[in-house]
């Protein structure tokens, strides 16, 4: 990506919380957190932007049938990180937070309104 001078990177993750049962799923959920704001420090200010996406606690076969979300709730907030182009890594979209836009307004509310939590991991 960086040869090319191009790439989107974005890594799902979960804000499951307080949920023993769920622990090594929260676990793995953890380290990914981890290894992606990594990372995304290494390339801010680049056009490779790696980012993280919750998608939310939706009904799916992970989700299972009491999830209070259907998929569709989540778009587009998974996917905006792809389409992001103001070269700021680190900022973690949670999909509830763009629910009911089309595209180009959540891409606008994801580059001027969500933060970056590179600072946080430091």
Excluded at 23 to 45: C, E, Q, R
Excluded at 57 to 67: F, K, N, Q, R, V
Aim: hydrophobic share 35%.
């Amino acid at each position: 990506m960086i040869e090319r001078g191009f790439g989107r990177i974005v890594n799902t993750t979960s804000r499951i919380r307080r949920e023993p049962q769920q622990a090594g799923y929260s676990a793995s959920k953890s380290a990914l957190d981890k290894v992606t704001m990594d990372l995304a420090s290494v390339y801010d200010g680049t056009d490779v932007i790696i980012s993280l996406t919750d998608p939310g606690w939706c009904i799916t076969d992970l989700g299972g049938p009491s999830a209070p979300n259907s998929p569709e709730s989540s778009l587009p907030g998974v996917v905006v990180g792809v389409f992001v182009d103001d070269k700021k890594s680190g900022r973690c979209f949670s999909a509830g937070d763009f629910h009911g836009m089309n595209l180009e307004d959540a891409v606008s509310y994801a580059e001027t309104e969500v933060p970056a939590y590179l600072r946080s991991f430091d």
